[in-house]
């Protein structure tokens, strides 16, 4: 079948979920397994480990305190198949258009296509110019590294401040505070998103023009918060530097829009270009990752790649059942529609993976947040949960309660690495400890004969226990996922990105959505741009809903409170 011909099929419509007809077994499957505790099913088999984990690199996935089965997971691979996920799959690594509504490839892989092979675009093999940014970034790293790339006035940089917002901000920060260890112990990474005129007011205040890089990164250098923040660095900048030749030597941009680029003012020799087929979202491995290369330097970023790399090959070859992405999308799917769970957690075990909640937090909700098929109809079944989450161990001092005795149920996954990056091996203990603990609280939970053993009234309830046991009684058979890594390193962050990157793609497969445009944002920028100058308006505003256009109207008169308006 020729590609266009598969597109029109495609185009035709593909029922989601609900639809396929495994999905009926699946449900009456859901049904049994609903009141099935975990703590029975670990008790009738010894080997539900071995059964529900799987090793990929230096990555193992536990996946064996599930609400599943082996049943529950055929049903769900065969869910898979359904949808052909495995098509779907080819269609991206081979370039094809599957970002419909944008008609675009979606190849973040070949970023990060560390074989000789060819990957392409409209017949076209990317790798030559993929290859050639790496090299031009390898390059300017370097001599910013080195030294050798000096400020205005002959200093070394000291500062890179990456002006950027969503994915052209998340990733990178990201990525840069996961590999704080391997940091240029003379470079500092900095990062402007917030359009809040604080956040980069307070950025500029602890820089010395002399001594600072900014990387206005913008897939499209028209986002308005990233241009308002980009243009008030500059301005502050010459307002030291004084003359705009020094701009050259002090903004560099990541961008796929050369013409507004040379427009802002960077010469277009400091530009490291990527492509319209790189999603925002996904771009941390393309240009958009320039001051990962300048904190951790080519031979580092280059190990990110090579462990996405890897997580790539699995991806496309693992058969479906033994697929890292491809089972933690199934099981998101199970709790998502059959379970009706609403989200789900990221809790890294980890001080280095803080952010990791925010990035996927963004590339899940982005890619997976809509109601309308990829052919263009309203959904009946629920598609992206919420994403969210924070630092395991500050969790367990402030939302966990909610995990273990609300009664939501919300799977998590757990990501911890088995070797730290300080000495201080009695505090790692004590958080592996911690992880290993509250992954078997939420599962097992505490019967209510075990509490009232706990509370030392073996027999029964007593008066005084009985008004409080119910308190202590945990339910348990809450799901989680556990993610170990040997150690944070380059290759393992590659390796973990990518595989959230790919859960993401099973699941908008599974759900028939296009994960890779976002007109959800449009919206809003759009009113916003209509609100803006209302705010500056001498007259009172009235075009919208009472409640936009009375706080307009309040804001304008508190903004000034004496200008009598
Ligand atoms: O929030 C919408 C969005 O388009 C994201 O998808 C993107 O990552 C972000 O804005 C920034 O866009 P740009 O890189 O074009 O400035």
């Not at 500029?204 to 980009?230: C, R, Y």
Request: with cysteine; charged share 20%; hydrophobic share 40%.
């Amino acid at each position: 079948m020729s590609s266009a011909i598969q597109m029109l099929r495609n185009e035709a419509g593909e029922p989601g979920v609900l639809h396929r007809p495994v999905y009926r077994v699946l449900q009456a499957h859901h049904a049994q397994m609903a009141t099935v505790h975990m703590r029975d099913l670990f008790a009738a088999d010894p080997a539900r480990f071995e059964r529900f984990s799987l090793r990929v690199g230096g990555l193992l996935l536990d996946y064996s305190k599930n609400r599943i089965t082996g049943d529950t997971m055929s049903l769900l691979v065969r869910l898979a198949e359904e949808a052909d996920v495995a098509g779907w799959r080819e269609r991206m690594f081979t370039g094809e258009k599957i970002n419909n509504t944008e008609n675009r490839a979606v190849l973040h892989v070949a970023l990060r296509n560390r074989s000789k092979q060819p990957m392409r675009v409209d017949g076209e093999d990317v790798m030559p110019k993929v290859s050639a940014v790496i090299g031009r970034m390898a390059t300017f790293a370097e001599q910013v590294r080195s030294g050798e790339w000096r400020g205005y006035t002959g200093k070394r940089i000291t500062d890179v401040v990456n002006i950027g917002i969503g994915g052209s901000d998340l990733g990178p920060q990201m990525v840069c505070q996961a590999l704080k260890p391997y940091h240029h112990p003379q470079l500092k990474a900095h990062f402007i998103s917030n359009v809040d005129g604080a956040h980069v007011q307070e950025i500029l205040e602890a820089l010395n023009p002399e001594t600072a890089l900014f990387i206005v990164s913008s897939k499209t250098f028209a986002t308005q918060e990233t241009m308002t923040n980009a243009h008030h660095a500059r301005e502050w900048f010459l307002a030291r530097a004084l003359a705009t030749r020094h701009v050259a030597r002090h903004f560099v941009a990541a961008s796929t829009n050369r013409h507004a680029v040379a427009a802002f003012g960077i010469d277009p020799a400091h530009m490291f270009e990527f492509w319209d087929w790189v999603g925002g979202r996904y771009s941390l491995w393309s240009a958009i990752g320039l001051s990962i290369v300048l904190a951790v330097g080519a031979e580092r970023f280059v190990e990110l790649l090579e462990g996405a790399h890897e997580m790539d090959g699995h991806f496309r070859h693992a058969p479906l059942e033994q697929n890292m992405p491809v089972i933690l999308a199934l099981l998101g799917v199970w709790y998502n529609n059959l379970f009706g769970a609403e989200s789900h957690a990221i809790l890294p075990y980890d001080h280095y993976l803080s952010s990791l909640p925010a990035y996927l937090q963004q590339a899940d909700m982005e890619s997976n947040g809509k109601s309308v098929s990829r052919d263009g109809k309203v959904v009946d079944y629920s598609t992206g949960a919420i994403v969210w989450g924070a630092s395991g161990i500050n969790g367990q001092h402030a939302f966990y309660q909610l995990l273990h005795q609300g009664s939501r149920m919300i799977p998590a996954d757990f990501i911890v690495s088995v070797e730290p990056h300080t000495e201080l091996q009695a505090h790692h203990d004590i958080l592996f400890a911690h992880f290993l603990a509250q992954t078997e609280a939420l599962m097992r939970g505490r019967t209510r004969g075990e509490t009232l053993l706990e509370m030392g009234s073996p027999e029964g309830d007593s008066a005084q226990t009985g008004q409080f046991v119910q308190h202590k009684v945990f339910d348990g058979n809450h799901p989680s996922n556990a993610l170990l890594l040997q150690k944070l390193t380059p290759h393992a962050l590659g390796m973990l990105i990518a595989l959230y990157e790919h859960k993401i793609f099973v699941q908008g497969v599974i759900w028939n959505l296009n994960s890779y445009d976002q007109w959800g944002v449009e919206l809003g920028k759009q009113l916003a741009s209509r609100i803006l100058p209302e705010l500056q308006a001498a007259a009172p505003v009235t075009g919208h809903d009472a409640s936009t256009s009375a706080l307009i109207n309040h804001y304008r008169r508190m903004r000034q409170p004496h200008a009598g308006l």
